[in-house]
């Protein structure tokens, strides 16, 4: 009798587009370069500057470098001009922005590295603040388009709270009108700085575009020394990492991402007819789901007809001969 059961042998291959950090190989270059130099340097000879996502990461670098007093570069900067604005509706945003929004002389500067939030200084122009610091500030109300000068000093988190709870955000500056209304507003107050709704993330992005919580700074470090230190170099003594002048030559670690192929044989057997195109689509729609759902992204599936199967274990051979499903 014969048998309505196929086996299927699935090849599954494909490279993985995102790694995990323990697929990246290290190097430590031995070249005096500055940051962006060293950046180049990497992108062209490997992937990229490293990130250090972990203690272990940490530690392997530190262990293939000379033990010398010297500081390398790693892929983590300080991005003074990744500004956001917190009522993040795209809407919002439309046209340049630039005309008017002006920075304060010698502002962003991010002191003592610790200027993540902005404020309106003498009412016209932006300076970055520590987010902690407490100042009045400007809520925007969407339902009745105005702004809400709040005169209580709060932090920039706490003020950002005030203004979504009892209004829409703390404010943007959308337009050369918006930024006259805000004026306005602001006339006859007296306040030195007031809150806007402007921040950035201290420390992020890494070189390679990915995010790291893991920190290993010296004492004291970061601290932005003379305002010039935004790109950050690991001490060859001690593995401990301070922020340094961008433009200053040193040694510096690049990592290469390692692609892996994966080929993943699989066996299915059926009452179904295999050899349907309906039925192979809607296996290979369950695969791909399941793939996708799984983090893996760059992979291939491909059938291919092969003699069918009987579930006779005299013609073994089929095992091997029966549908092929391939990835
Ligand atoms: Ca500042």
Same mark, same amino acid.
């Given at each position: 009798?014969? *048998?309505?059961?196929?086996? +299927?042998?699935?090849?599954?291959?494909? $490279?993985?587009?995102?790694?995990p950090p323990h697929s990246r190989e290290y190097h430590f270059v031995n070249q005096l370069m500055n940051w962006t130099e060293a950046q180049s340097y990497c992108r062209e000879h490997f992937t990229d500057l490293v990130t250090i996502y972990n203690s272990n990461i940490n530690q392997l670098l530190f262990s293939m470098s000379p033990r010398i007093n010297d500081w390398a570069w790693t892929g983590l900067y300080n991005d003074r001009y990744s500004w956001k604005w917190s009522m993040e509706r795209k809407l919002f945003y439309v046209g340049s922005t630039h005309e008017f929004l002006?920075?304060?002389? $010698?502002?962003?500067?991010?002191?003592?590295?610790? *200027? @993540?939030?902005?404020?309106?200084?003498g009412q016209t122009q932006m300076d970055d603040r520590p987010c902690g610091d407490s100042y009045p500030f400007l809520c925007y109300n969407a339902q009745n388009t105005s702004y809400i000068l709040v005169m209580e000093s709060r932090s920039w988190s706490a003020a950002q709270s005030y203004c979504r709870t009892y209004h829409t955000d703390l404010t943007s500056i959308r337009s050369k009108e918006e930024k006259s209304n805000i004026t306005l507003t602001l006339n006859g107050s007296g306040v030195q700085y007031v809150w806007i709704? +402007?921040?950035?993330?201290?420390?992020?992005?890494?070189?390679?575009?990915?995010?790291?919580?893991?920190?290993?700074?010296?004492?004291?470090?970061?601290?932005?020394? $003379?305002?010039?230190? @935004?790109?950050?170099?690991?001490?060859?003594?001690?593995?401990?990492?301070?922020?340094?002048?961008? *433009? +200053?030559?040193y040694n510096f670690f690049c990592f290469t991402a390692v692609t892996k192929q994966t080929v993943v044989k699989m066996k299915l057997q059926s009452e179904a007819d295999m050899h349907s195109t309906e039925i192979q689509q809607q296996v290979s729609q369950q695969l791909s789901g399941l793939m996708l759902s799984e983090g893996l992204t760059d992979f291939r599936i491909?059938?291919?007809?092969?003699?069918? @199967?009987r579930d006779d274990q005299s013609k073994k051979q089929d095992v091997d001969g029966g549908c092929k499903t391939e990835f």
């Amino acid at each position: 009798m014969e *048998e309505t059961s196929l086996l +299927l042998i699935l090849l599954v291959s494909g $490279g993985l587009s995102t790694l995990p950090p323990h697929s990246r190989e290290y190097h430590f270059v031995n070249q005096l370069m500055n940051w962006t130099e060293a950046q180049s340097y990497c992108r062209e000879h490997f992937t990229d500057l490293v990130t250090i996502y972990n203690s272990n990461i940490n530690q392997l670098l530190f262990s293939m470098s000379p033990r010398i007093n010297d500081w390398a570069w790693t892929g983590l900067y300080n991005d003074r001009y990744s500004w956001k604005w917190s009522m993040e509706r795209k809407l919002f945003y439309v046209g340049s922005t630039h005309e008017f929004l002006i920075w304060a002389n $010698g502002q962003p500067d991010c002191a003592y590295a610790n *200027e @993540y939030c902005v404020a309106l200084q003498g009412q016209t122009q932006m300076d970055d603040r520590p987010c902690g610091d407490s100042y009045p500030f400007l809520c925007y109300n969407a339902q009745n388009t105005s702004y809400i000068l709040v005169m209580e000093s709060r932090s920039w988190s706490a003020a950002q709270s005030y203004c979504r709870t009892y209004h829409t955000d703390l404010t943007s500056i959308r337009s050369k009108e918006e930024k006259s209304n805000i004026t306005l507003t602001l006339n006859g107050s007296g306040v030195q700085y007031v809150w806007i709704g +402007l921040y950035r993330d201290p420390w992020a992005p890494w070189s390679d575009n990915t995010t790291s919580t893991f920190t290993n700074w010296k004492i004291s470090e970061p601290n932005n020394y $003379g305002s010039t230190q @935004y790109c950050v170099t690991m001490n060859l003594m001690a593995g401990i990492w301070s922020d340094s002048g961008c *433009e +200053l030559r040193y040694n510096f670690f690049c990592f290469t991402a390692v692609t892996k192929q994966t080929v993943v044989k699989m066996k299915l057997q059926s009452e179904a007819d295999m050899h349907s195109t309906e039925i192979q689509q809607q296996v290979s729609q369950q695969l791909s789901g399941l793939m996708l759902s799984e983090g893996l992204t760059d992979f291939r599936i491909r059938w291919r007809k092969v003699q069918s @199967y009987r579930d006779d274990q005299s013609k073994k051979q089929d095992v091997d001969g029966g549908c092929k499903t391939e990835f």
